[in-house]
């Protein structure tokens, strides 16, 4: 069974660093398009990076400077390092993946199962 397996999130002081790491396990045809999104209780989940299969990274406005999304397609693994976290970005961040299993099978999504980031004022 394909799924993505996260780890990386914690407890942190305002102006400190994490690094969240996720990787596909499982055996897939490709990995497309790899991100980051995070939520807090009674909100959507909100992007907070992507990175396209070349490598291209988008992010969300309130992160730009601070945080940097990479992947690794060899470990089928996509990383978020996270500088300069502030109380804001206390979320549980969700690892996702646009994936295609077998050559004909149709692409579809997956959800890591989150990871709490919590940062302390």
């Known amino acids: 069974q394909v799924q993505l397996v996260e780890s990386g999130g914690g407890f942190v002081q305002a102006g400190g660093s994490l690094k969240l790491s996720c990787v596909v396990s499982?055996?897939?045809?490709?990995?497309?398009?790899m991100g980051w999104y995070r939520q807090t209780p009674g909100k959507q989940r909100d992007l907070v990076a992507t990175?396209?299969?070349?490598?291209?990274?988008n992010y969300a406005d309130s992160v730009k400077g601070r945080f940097t999304i990479s992947r690794d397609n060899a470990k089928k693994s996509v990383y978020l390092q996270m500088n300069s976290l502030n109380p804001e970005d206390t979320a549980v961040y969700f690892c996702n993946a646009g994936i295609k299993q077998h050559v004909l099978t149709l692409d579809r999504t997956l959800w890591g199962p989150g990871t709490q980031v919590t940062v302390s004022s």
């Open positions: 990175i396209d299969s070349n490598g291209t990274p």
């Open positions: 499982g055996s897939i045809f490709r990995i497309n398009d």
